[in-house]
């Protein structure tokens, strides 16, 4: 996997680069960009507006990764904003160099093609929530989801997500007040804590139990 991300680095870190700080539009929505955005560091959202005016995620990208290959890929038309979620770094890549550089190293189109189907699959188990689920359910899959994709376990075996509520809201289609109010639930029975503004996740396997979900 390094090697791969070694590759990826050394070809697309020498186009020009940006750094945008946290909560800045990189792309808005029916905007076609110009480049393909290879993150260095930082972690960009990409999201839709509801008829309320309330941001709803749909992907979050964290160094190293890029977008929007679709557009690049199959010409498809931006339907999306892309805003960065913290301080990041992004380099602006011309998309046939893009292209160029996935369809002469297979070893990096193989990585992309697996972790979109690790993205796939989360989309999929969030549809299910989103027919199905709870509330509670709906924000412990997000929780659920941002561990395993972005918290690295600690030596106590906690995981720390940097995240907060109205994050959780976004990513679940829910309103601030009805995450508040399950947040609550969810916190008396030991399955997350919040500290300095950060939830954590004392143990990922119960919390995958709760939910029938593991890898």
Same mark, same amino acid.
């Given at each position: 996997?390094?090697?791969?991300?070694?590759?990826?680095?050394?070809?697309?870190?020498?186009?020009?680069?940006?750094?945008?700080?946290?909560?800045?539009?990189?792309?808005? =929505?029916?905007?076609?960009?110009?480049?393909?955005?290879?993150?260095?560091?930082?972690?960009?959202?990409?999201?839709?507006?509801?008829?309320?005016?309330?941001?709803?995620?749909?992907?979050?990208?964290?160094?190293?990764?890029?977008?929007?290959?679709?557009?690049?890929?199959?010409?498809?038309?931006?339907?999306?904003?892309?805003?960065?979620?913290?301080?990041?770094?992004?380099?602006?890549?011309?998309?046939?160099? =893009?292209?160029?550089?996935?369809?002469?190293?297979?070893?990096?189109?193989?990585?992309?093609?697996?972790?979109?189907?690790?993205?796939?699959?989360?989309?999929?188990?969030?549809?299910?929530?989103?027919?199905?689920?709870?509330?509670?359910?709906?924000?412990?899959?997000?929780?659920?989801?941002? =561990?395993?994709?972005?918290?690295?376990?600690?030596?106590?075996?906690?995981?720390?997500?940097?995240?907060?509520?109205?994050?959780? =809201?976004?990513?679940?289609?829910?309103?601030?007040?009805?995450?508040?109010?399950?947040?609550?639930?969810?916190?008396?029975?030991?399955?997350?804590?919040?500290?300095?503004?950060?939830?954590?996740?004392?143990?990922?396997?119960?919390?995958?139990?709760?939910?029938?979900?593991?890898?």
């Amino acid at each position: 996997m390094s090697v791969v991300i070694d590759k990826i680095d050394s070809q697309l870190s020498k186009y020009p680069k940006r750094q945008y700080p946290k909560d800045q539009i990189i792309v808005f =929505a029916g905007e076609e960009p110009s480049h393909i955005f290879y993150i260095t560091s930082g972690k960009v959202i990409q999201y839709d507006v509801s008829y309320r005016g309330d941001e709803v995620i749909v992907n979050v990208f964290k160094a190293p990764a890029f977008f929007p290959l679709s557009w690049a890929i199959n010409g498809t038309h931006n339907s999306y904003f892309y805003k960065t979620e913290e301080d990041s770094e992004v380099h602006l890549v011309p998309p046939e160099k =893009a292209l160029e550089f996935l369809k002469s190293n297979p070893d990096v189109m193989f990585d992309l093609i697996s972790r979109i189907y690790r993205g796939v699959d989360g989309l999929l188990s969030r549809q299910v929530q989103l027919m199905s689920g709870s509330a509670k359910t709906r924000i412990l899959h997000e929780i659920l989801i941002e =561990a395993r994709r972005f918290a690295a376990e600690q030596s106590d075996g906690t995981r720390k997500l940097k995240i907060n509520e109205s994050d959780l =809201a976004s990513r679940a289609g829910l309103s601030r007040e009805t995450v508040n109010r399950e947040m609550r639930k969810i916190k008396r029975v030991g399955m997350v804590r919040i500290e300095k503004n950060t939830i954590i996740v004392p143990d990922l396997a119960a919390l995958e139990k709760t939910i029938g979900q593991t890898d």
